[in-house]
């Protein structure tokens, strides 16, 4: 059974710019959430998506978006790069829409911004 | 505001040295904690769900435990294999996440 899929792994991008992440989850699982990884302030929720809609989503700017699509598979946006996005960006599948902490994590996509 | 808040940060055992590491919470009505164990360069892994105070639950030479407020991860005879980022995190709504603790178990 294939895990959690990110991709690309690693990128750099200058401020500025704009990012589009992508995530694989499961087979069979419909739910993806998303957070940010930094040494100081650690793992961040971003947002979490069941079935195509958004059902959660954290303390982060507008600059920030995602969306999921009917196969579950799901992108996240992040425009106008600032410096402090460096960061790893970690997508996690589930079989439910909340109700279970037990996540199924890729192995991130690790982002630099210069 | 910490909500959920790991200590030690970072843990340096020898091999077989038993230690305890704690996730302290401050929100009532506490709808589960979760254990995860993160290597470098991948993503956190799942280990454990507790859901009610005096629960338990164990895992080769890991042990997981839960009271009102905290939850304690204990790891028994470790092994260098056991060295990685320990992360715990409750669930209100969404996952909130600990900043960890980093083991470190030298041979």
């Not at chain 1, 294939?2 to 690693?10: E, L, M, S």
């Not at chain 2, 959920?4 to 940060?9: A, F």
Request: charged share 20%.
């Amino acid at each position: 059974k294939a895990g959690v899929t990110q991709t690309p792994r690693y990128l750099i991008k200058t401020r500025g710019q704009q990012v589009t992440l992508s995530c694989s989850p499961i087979s069979g699982h419909r739910s993806v959430s998303w957070y940010q990884q930094t040494p100081g302030q650690g793992l961040q929720f971003l947002f979490e998506y069941f079935s195509e809609t958004q059902r959660n989503k954290g303390n982060f700017p507008g600059r920030f978006s995602g969306r999921q699509f009917s196969n579950s598979r799901s992108e996240m946006n992040v425009s106008t790069l600032e410096l402090g996005d460096s960061a790893l960006y970690l997508c996690a599948s589930s079989l439910e829409a909340r109700g279970t902490g037990e996540l199924f994590f890729g192995e991130g996509s690790r982002l630099t911004v210069l | 505001e910490d909500q959920v808040t790991q200590s030690p940060e970072a843990l340096r055992l020898q091999e077989g040295e038993s230690s305890s590491l704690n996730c302290s919470y401050t929100v009532s009505g506490l709808r589960g904690l979760f254990w995860y164990r993160q290597d470098p360069g991948k993503g956190p892994e799942f280990l454990f769900t507790l859901y009610s105070a005096g629960e338990e639950k164990e895992k080769e030479r890991l042990k997981a435990t839960l009271t009102k407020k905290e939850s304690f991860l204990h790891i028994t005879a470790p092994k260098p294999e056991d060295s990685a980022t320990y992360l715990c995190a409750v669930q209100w709504g969404r996952l909130v996440f600990g900043k960890g603790t980093k083991l470190t178990v030298n041979p």
